[in-house]
């Protein structure tokens, strides 16, 4: 059947749907909610990365424009819709919450709604819908899902029923590609190729549509570039988006494919011994005790990893020693426990996740199954060969299997859909892959549905040991691929820490209670007021008091919450600092003047950086801040943070113990 017959349902699709629609239906949409409300709430994990868009989100906020007032990294669109959800649910992290939770429900579900309606496979879309759940990118990765989710459904659209005005749609959607990041337009763009070849092969049709869909993507990106021209000019501008993609591929080792991780048959299956899920217990030893006791204690009681901190062992309790604790607990030599209640003689819970319990008590679970992928970098790993493997395979069925393909998904299709997976991996998958891989797993995803759908479909008609055989491949290959990209997704992690780390019901309470507190608190900094903040917030909370509102800071590393917890415009035109960029033309000289126009009250650098690397990027703004301003104070981090005021400028007050310089009223 030729893909201009297939507009309907693929015989595929119509064959093997089976579960009643509300209840499919049902299943994709809560999958898609939880992968939404999952991420939504990882946002209050954010690390300083998801700060750069929403910094110059504030930027926006309060009349700045990209490219005119700050180099632009090409994520206008990010800027406006983190802008536009602080306006309307206010200046606090659960505004940005909301928008990761909104994209992530969105691409989920339609990469659940996009399997189902080719394949009938409820099975192959719950497949492709977890996958993403469990990957759970980082928040600022939205776009990535979001983008491909949406473009999946127009390209097959289109190949189903090649037309005019859905060309259009590609090319309006390869337009707010752009807008998302520039270089998705380029992914974005080879799609489009694929999909008009895969619908009409080489031929004069081909050539129109794709005329059709470039006119409308460039219709659309027309005006931000005529922007460009007008501020910059479009030279320096594409210089500058080029001087970025460059400086970020030299700081990666490129794309090469890791090293696979599960290579004996103990990283495949194997049981672990009982004291690998044995409570971890601490003994506080009496001060008349000498080692000769305290190894006694350990060898009778058969206690296992001692860990000596000053008069504190931490062990782990074999079922030997949970059997005699009322003999340990006893012990002259032990003058107190932590993880043992003393008085029961029994051990605490708390520390000791159920399924650790269940473990140590029943030996069928302690069965492990790819223990191999228990790291991150090594699920990182696999998930990385397994994202490149997925669309070869799927172009080698393409080929074997282009007679049995039929309906939607014929041969051409899968192969060109296949193959612009290929080019989305090349662009999103690259080193450090434990971060940059699972940005990229909507697309495999959608493969992995497609190939259980297909599966399950060839498998009706065949005999009971093919069946068999089928369902153990597709099995064995699900858990592989799910294992691997929860892993890489850091899964584990994220439960132990939304589960009030598997101690108690106090413990949870406590955890939600923090993120509540965390999301929803305006100004966003104001959660921090009541802990220790680390060393870049309390940068913030000092210029958020002592910088006035009209004026602007300037932060010589990359420290973006910085900014947006103070809610302080930037006084220069970068917030990273990497060689490449410096370079563009004008570059040097615009951040210089922005710089002395803003005359900023403070500025915070690294003391290690400053004259190093700061100075070797940007050689006269570090001149200029030597010029000008002085240092005040330090603060002590993951390295030295000096606080510089200007030398000019004479403070109102100052601020807390270390009696900074601070230049505004106390509101």
Not at 475 to 492: D, Q
Not at 599 to 625: C, E, H, K, N
Not at 630 to 655: K, S
Request: glycine residues 8%; contains cysteine; aromatic residues 10%.
């Amino acid at each position: 059947m030729s893909s201009r017959t297939a507009a309907s349902p693929s015989r595929l699709a119509t064959v093997t749907s089976g579960a009643p629609a509300w209840f499919a239906y049902g299943s994709l949409g809560f999958v898609a909610i939880a992968a939404g409300l999952y991420q939504g709430v990882l946002v209050n994990l954010a690390v300083n990365d998801t700060f750069l868009h929403l910094a110059m989100s504030r930027q926006v906020a309060h009349g700045d424009l990209p490219v005119r007032d700050f180099f632009d990294s090409g994520l206008v669109l990010m800027y406006a819709i983190s802008a536009a959800a602080q306006s309307l649910f206010g200046y606090r992290l659960l505004a940005e919450a909301i928008v990761v939770a909104v994209c992530v429900t969105a691409a989920t579900l339609l990469s659940g709604l996009l399997v189902r309606r080719l394949t009938g496979s409820l099975i192959g879309a719950l497949l492709s819908e977890v996958l993403i759940l469990v990957a759970a990118p980082r928040p600022y990765s939205y776009p990535k899902l979001i983008i491909y989710a949406v473009a999946a459904p127009l390209w097959w659209g289109y190949v189903a029923k090649p037309s005019k005005w859905r060309a259009a749609m590609l090319g309006v959607w390869t337009a707010v590609a752009f807008y998302f990041r520039p270089d998705h337009c380029v992914y974005m763009a080879a799609a489009v190729v694929f999909a008009t070849v895969a619908a009409d092969g080489m031929s004069l049709v081909t050539m129109r549509r794709l005329v059709t869909a470039g006119i409308v993507c460039m219709v659309l990106v027309a005006p931000w570039l005529v922007f460009a021209q007008r501020t910059i000019g479009i030279r320096a501008y594409l210089a500058g988006g080029l001087a970025q993609g460059v400086a970020e591929e030299v700081q990666t080792s490129g794309h090469t494919l890791p090293r696979w991780p599960v290579r004996t048959r103990a990283e495949i299956i194997r049981f672990d011994p009982q004291d690998a899920f044995a409570p971890e217990v601490s003994l506080r030893w009496a001060d008349n005790s000498g080692p000769v006791e305290r190894r006694g204690v350990l060898r009778r009681y058969r206690l296992t990893d001692p860990h000596d901190e000053g008069n504190v062992t931490h062990v782990r309790l074999s079922a030997f020693a949970i059997a005699r604790l009322h003999d340990l607990v006893g012990e002259p030599s032990v003058a107190d426990t932590a993880g043992i209640d003393r008085g029961a003689a029994t051990v605490s819970t708390t520390g000791w996740p159920f399924w650790q319990r269940i473990a140590f008590r029943f030996p069928p679970f302690r069965l492990r199954i790819l223990p191999g992928l228990d790291t991150q970098q090594a699920a990182s790993a696999a998930a990385t060969v397994l994202f490149q493997v997925i669309p070869v395979l799927a172009i080698v069925v393409a080929l074997l299997f282009r007679r049995r393909l039929t309906g939607v998904i014929t041969a051409r299709g899968l192969a060109g859909f296949s193959a612009a997976t290929l080019v989305v991996n090349a662009g999103l998958i690259r080193s450090s892959y434990d971060v940059r891989t699972i940005d990229a797993v909507v697309l495999p995803a959608l493969l992995a549905g497609f190939a259980v759908g297909g599966l399950l479909f060839l498998a009706r008609g065949s005999g009971r040991v093919t069946r068999a055989a089928v369902v153990v491949v597709l099995a064995s290959a699900s858990l592989l691929l799910l294992r691997s990209v929860a892993g890489a997704g850091e899964l584990g992690d994220h439960l132990w820490y939304l589960s009030g780390q598997w101690r108690d019901g106090e413990h949870l309470r406590g955890t939600w209670a923090d993120i509540q507190r965390h999301l929803a608190m305006s100004p966003p900094s104001e959660y921090w007021r009541a802990r220790t903040p680390p060393a870049e917030v309390q940068l913030a909370l000092y210029a958020r008091e002592c910088v006035p509102a009209r004026e602007r800071l300037m932060v010589l590393w990359f420290a973006p919450e910085i900014y947006y917890y103070a809610d302080r415009l930037m006084a220069q035109r970068h917030l990273v600092f990497i060689p490449g960029w410096s370079s563009v033309a004008d570059e040097q000289r615009l951040t210089v003047e922005k710089v002395r126009r803003a005359a900023p009250p403070l500025v915070f650098a690294s003391a290690p950086r400053l004259d190093t690397v700061t100075r070797s990027i940007y050689p006269g703004l570090v001149a200029y801040v030597h010029r000008y301003y002085q240092p005040v104070g330090v603060v002590h981090g993951d390295e030295d943070y000096v606080v510089l005021a200007r030398r000019d400028r004479r403070p109102v007050r100052t601020y807390g113990g270390q009696q900074w310089p601070c230049y505004a009223d106390r509101s």
